[in-house]
């Protein structure tokens, strides 16, 4: 593992990336056109396309952009966690998790900011479906099965949010250190869904800000069926453990 780091911040978004040369030197420098006094931590599964080199590049031109080189591919869960424990031990106060396609629109960190500062969340989503369907240039089929994937896991876990898949989220750091971050074992996309589950067991107050999901154009989904396969099942196993767990901060 390679870690570059000087903070400069009480904010950091953290973008996982794997094969992300397409898109990473341009997130970054949309990010940074926003004025927003923050830091950004890229976590790259040792890229075989050169990802990690192209952020080594910018870091000798910008001391906010930082960089954690794992050996392997291990998964997104992971990959967060990682960096995650980075921020919390370099005492970031405010954290985000971003993806590094441009689906997530970056101009919503500005809203998404002020509400974990102005108190008005302890957990801010950026939401597809806060109101209506709010996605673009997504084929029917990727529509219905993230529809119908919001719709499963709110039954079963009754999270009280439209969105609870989302990927594009804000959080105080106090939520952070408040979950077992370790014992969240998912490596795909329900480790998102994971996260928000435990702030909301805790106590914690979420709020979902609206925002338009673009799919990506440069690069490849890093979406299978495996992962599909560990949300359906493992949000099922979840929830039964919750039910022996103090809702308690």
């Excluded at 926003?34 to 031109?61: F, H, W, Y």
């Excluded at 609870?164 to 795909?188: C, M, Q, S, W």
């Excluded at 909301?200 to 799919?215: A, H, L, Y």
Aim: proline share 4%; hydrophobic share 45%; net charge positive.
């Amino acid at each position: 593992m390679c870690i570059l780091a000087f903070v400069m911040s009480s904010t950091v978004v953290v973008i996982p990336t794997y094969n992300e040369a397409e898109n990473i030197q341009r997130i970054i420098k949309a990010i940074g056109l926003l004025k927003l006094d923050l830091d950004i931590l890229v976590v790259d599964d040792n890229s075989p396309d050169g990802t990690a080199q192209m952020v080594r590049d910018m870091i000798q031109e910008n001391p906010n952009v930082h960089l954690v080189v794992r050996a392997q591919k291990l998964g997104l869960g992971p990959a967060y966690v990682e960096g995650f424990n980075w921020a919390l031990a370099l005492g970031y106060t405010y954290l985000f998790e971003m993806d590094a396609d441009f689906s997530h629109p970056p101009s919503a960190l500005v809203p998404m900011l002020a509400m974990l500062q102005e108190r008005q969340a302890d957990v801010v989503v950026g939401s597809r479906y806060k109101k209506g369907i709010q996605v673009r240039d997504w084929p029917l089929h990727r529509i219905l099965l993230s529809v119908g994937a919001s719709l499963y896991v709110r039954l079963i876990t009754g999270l009280p949010i439209a969105d609870p898949t989302a990927g594009y989220v804000g959080y105080h750091t106090d939520v952070l250190k408040a979950l077992n971050l370790e014992a969240i074992r998912f490596k795909g996309y329900a480790f998102q869904i994971a996260l928000k589950f435990w702030s909301w067991k805790k106590g914690f107050r979420i709020v979902e800000f609206p925002i338009t999901f673009t799919d990506r154009t440069k690069g490849q989904s890093k979406m299978n069926s495996s992962i599909i396969k560990e949300a359906v099942f493992g949000i099922i196993s979840m929830k039964w453990r919750s039910l022996f767990i103090k809702k308690t901060k």
